[in-house]
C-alpha cells in the first residue's frame, strides 16, 4: 500500500490532535513572533550544549543544573514551533496532506543543504586552526557533538523560519 492510503491509526489521531491545538497560537500568530521563538531555541539549545558539554568534559556540577535548567524553556520553544508549523516535522507521512508532504520534503531539502555549507564551513574552520597550530585535538568531540545537534534540528528551525500565517477567520473579518 502507499504510505497515503493507510488509515491512520490512535497515535497518529493523538498526535494530529496534539500539533493541531489552538492554545498557543499567539505566540506564533505572526512571522515576527516565529522568528522571535526560533531564535531563542536557536540560543536555549546553544547554550544547553555549551552546559551539557562543560558538565561532561568539565565536571562541574553548575553545568548539570544549567543543562535541567534550560530544558523546561526548550521543551516550550520546541512545542510553540511544532504548533506554528502544524507538526510538520513531527507527524507520520500518511497523517499529512499532499501540501504539508510537499512543504516537509522542501524543508528537509533545504536543511540538508544549510547543512552541507555548515559541515563545510566547520571543517575548514578546525583545518584551519589545525593549520595554524593550534591543539585541535580537545575540539573533535564538542564539534561533533554541537553538528549533529544542529543538524537534527536544523529542519525544525527553517520549518518555524518559513511557516506561513494562518488564514485569517471569516469571523473575526466580519467582526472588524
Same mark, same amino acid.
Given at each position: !500500500?502507499?504510505?497515503?492510503?493507510?488509515?491512520?491509526?490512535?497515535?497518529?489521531?493523538? !498526535?494530529?490532535?496534539?500539533?493541531?491545538?489552538?492554545?498557543?497560537?499567539?505566540?506564533?500568530?505572526?512571522?515576527?513572533?516565529?522568528?522571535?521563538?526560533?531564535?531563542?531555541?536557536?540560543?536555549?539549545?546553544?547554550?544547553?550544549?555549551?552546559?551539557?558539554?562543560?558538565?561532561?568534559?568539565?565536571?562541574?556540577?553548575?553545568?548539570?543544573?544549567?543543562?535541567?535548567?534550560?530544558?523546561?524553556?526548550?521543551?516550550?520553544?520546541?512545542?510553540?514551533?511544532?504548533?506554528?508549523?502544524?507538526?510538520?516535522?513531527?507527524?507520520?507521512?500518511?497523517?499529512?496532506?499532499?501540501?504539508?508532504?510537499?512543504?516537509?520534503?522542501?524543508?528537509?531539502?533545504?536543511?540538508?543543504?544549510? !547543512?552541507?555549507?555548515?559541515?563545510?564551513?566547520?571543517?575548514?574552520?578546525?583545518?584551519?586552526?589545525?593549520?595554524?597550530?593550534?591543539?585541535?585535538?580537545?575540539?573533535?568531540?564538542?564539534?561533533?557533538?554541537?553538528?549533529?545537534?544542529?543538524?537534527?534540528? !536544523?529542519?525544525?528551525?527553517?520549518?518555524?523560519?518559513?511557516?506561513?500565517?494562518?488564514?485569517?477567520?471569516?469571523?473575526?473579518?466580519?467582526?472588524?
Amino acid at each position: !500500500m502507499k504510505t497515503d492510503e493507510r488509515p491512520m491509526t490512535g497515535y497518529d489521531r493523538r !498526535m494530529y490532535a496534539l500539533m493541531n491545538r489552538r492554545e498557543g497560537a499567539p505566540l506564533y500568530a505572526t512571522a515576527a513572533r516565529r522568528r522571535a521563538v526560533v531564535v531563542a531555541h536557536i540560543v536555549l539549545t546553544a547554550a544547553g550544549i555549551a552546559c551539557w558539554l562543560y558538565s561532561v568534559l568539565g565536571d562541574e556540577r553548575w553545568a548539570t543544573v544549567g543543562t535541567l535548567g534550560v530544558m523546561l524553556p526548550w521543551c516550550v520553544a520546541t512545542g510553540v514551533i511544532n504548533g506554528a508549523t502544524r507538526g510538520l516535522l513531527e507527524l507520520r507521512a500518511h497523517a499529512l496532506d499532499e501540501r504539508q508532504r510537499a512543504e516537509k520534503n522542501r524543508v528537509a531539502a533545504r536543511a540538508q543543504y544549510v !547543512m552541507m555549507w555548515l559541515l563545510l564551513s566547520v571543517t575548514v574552520a578546525v583545518g584551519g586552526a589545525g593549520l595554524a597550530g593550534l591543539e585541535i585535538e580537545g575540539l573533535v568531540f564538542p564539534v561533533l557533538f554541537s553538528v549533529f545537534v544542529v543538524h537534527w534540528l !536544523m529542519p525544525l528551525w527553517l520549518a518555524g523560519l518559513t511557516a506561513a500565517d494562518e488564514p485569517a477567520d471569516d469571523e473575526a473579518d466580519e467582526a472588524r
